[in-house]
């Protein structure tokens, strides 16, 4: 090839769960490597339904050109159902429409992030964040986080050495890829943080309608005192992730900033599937849909949680989610999850090593298990076969 392609280029990698999906396309393979929702609860009937509504009654709008805020009475919906929710206070216009939440964490690294800048982050977190923003020519300090979410002090203590902080990257609900949750003390901290260090926040909560047990947290941005926090929300995980619409929330200076760089990016998100998604919600009770997947991810959950208990040795220690897709699990330090990925392949079992979720690496100890995506008698036989390996190694 002759010509040259940008700096940003060599910083890009395959990403490592994309090409292990690739080998559990396998109909054999028992995979707790995806972030996959359970495809059979995607309710395909009902979106026959709306889809012949929408074309009959409104078709020549659903297939043209509009808005690159989005679909006015889907942008009402997520305003009302945030604040409701999550204790905030928006209205249509703080909302954009956007291609899945990942696309919002895209546009949130074309915002804010020049080359050399620095992203704060959780360690770990969500993978394709960091190629998102890494394409933007930023570099991570990653803050170690325990039990309750970010440790503050070790924040601080960062964000005063650092000059170049643009941008605190977290997911205070069920996180990706441990599972965690914040403590409401550690969210008030952090939007102090903000406000105190002037750095923007994106608080990306896709997981948190899927709670389990115990009461839903406000979310960061209602603590919010200058304005600098913006939060993102999907329909990916609570109805389909085919359709790929998310958003990003937040004040209106701010988001009419995303309107413009999404501009440039895509105009706007497919008119079809905002408005059959709105007429979703307009027909149907998405409150109960929620409630059917969280009672089966409960389920899964409480079934992996309970098997690792059982076949995991002495010295692997695991997250137990209150809710979400994710459990991590953590190997005595000499074990490199990648070798007990190979084994583990070899008995058609698959999960995600944790190294690529460390964005400065490191913690091959580590890896991530998805819950939500199997039958349960799979998530038996999967993680007995994981037992037999882990045991092996630490035998
Ligand atoms: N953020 C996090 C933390 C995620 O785990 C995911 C999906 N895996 C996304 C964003 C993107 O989801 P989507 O684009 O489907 O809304």
């Known amino acids: 090839m002759d010509f040259q392609m940008a700096r940003r280029m060599s910083d890009i990698k395959a990403s490592e769960i994309r090409e292990i999906l690739k080998i559990t396309e396998k109909s054999e393979v028992i995979s707790f490597a995806g972030g996959l929702p359970a495809p059979e609860l995607f309710p395909v009937e009902e979106i026959k339904r709306v889809n012949k509504m929408v074309l009959d009654r409104d078709g020549q709008r659903a297939l043209q050109y509009s808005t690159t805020e989005g679909f006015r009475p889907l942008r009402e919906w997520i305003a009302h159902r945030m604040n409701s929710r999550l204790g905030t206070s928006f209205d249509c216009d703080n909302i954009?429409?956007?291609?899945?939440?990942?696309?919002?964490?895209?546009?949130?690294?074309?915002?804010?992030?020049?080359?050399?800048?620095?992203?704060?982050?959780?360690?770990?977190?969500?993978?394709?964040?960091?190629?998102?923003?890494?394409?933007?020519?930023?570099?991570?300090?990653?803050?170690?986080?325990?039990?309750?979410?970010?440790?503050?002090?070790?924040?601080?203590?960062?964000?005063?050495?650092?000059?170049?902080?643009?941008?605190?990257?977290?997911?205070?609900?069920?996180?990706?890829?441990?599972?965690?949750?914040?403590?409401?003390?550690?969210?008030?901290?952090?939007?102090?943080?903000?406000?105190?260090?002037?750095?923007a926040v994106v608080e990306d909560n896709p997981y948190g309608e899927l709670r389990f047990e115990g009461k839903t947290l406000p979310s960061v941005k209602s603590f919010d005192i200058a304005g600098n926090i913006l939060c993102t929300g999907t329909f990916s995980k609570i109805f389909c992730p085919g359709y790929r619409i998310g958003w990003i929330a937040g004040d209106k200076k701010i988001i009419r900033q995303y309107v413009l760089v999404k501009q440039g990016t895509d105009l706007q998100c497919n008119t079809i599937a905002q408005m059959e998604i709105s007429k979703y919600l307009e027909l149907y009770d998405i409150d109960a849909h929620i409630n059917k997947i969280r009672t089966i991810y409960r389920k899964r959950r409480d079934l992996s949680v309970q098997t690792m208990e059982e076949v995991f040795p002495t010295g692997v220690s695991f997250t137990r989610p209150q809710g979400g897709l994710f459990a991590w699990v953590e190997l005595p330090a000499h074990i490199n999850s990648r070798d007990v990925l190979e084994k583990c392949l070899e008995q058609n079992v698959a999960f995600v090593p944790g190294g690529s979720f460390f964005p400065n690496g490191g913690k091959e100890n580590t890896f991530r298990i998805n819950f939500s995506n199997m039958s349960e008698e799979k998530i038996v036989e999967g993680l007995n076969r994981l037992g037999a390996v882990l045991n092996k190694f630490i035998d």
């Open 96 to 199: 954009l429409v956007t291609h899945g939440s990942q696309q919002a964490l895209d546009l949130s690294g074309k915002v804010f992030l020049d080359e050399g800048d620095v992203v704060f982050c959780e360690s770990p977190t969500y993978l394709a964040a960091i190629t998102a923003f890494r394409a933007y020519g930023c570099s991570f300090i990653e803050i170690p986080t325990d039990d309750e979410g970010m440790i503050i002090s070790e924040l601080v203590t960062q964000l005063e050495k650092c000059e170049n902080a643009k941008l605190l990257y977290i997911i205070p609900d069920f996180q990706n890829p441990t599972g965690r949750t914040w403590s409401l003390e550690r969210r008030k901290e952090l939007a102090d943080i903000s406000a105190r260090f002037g750095v």
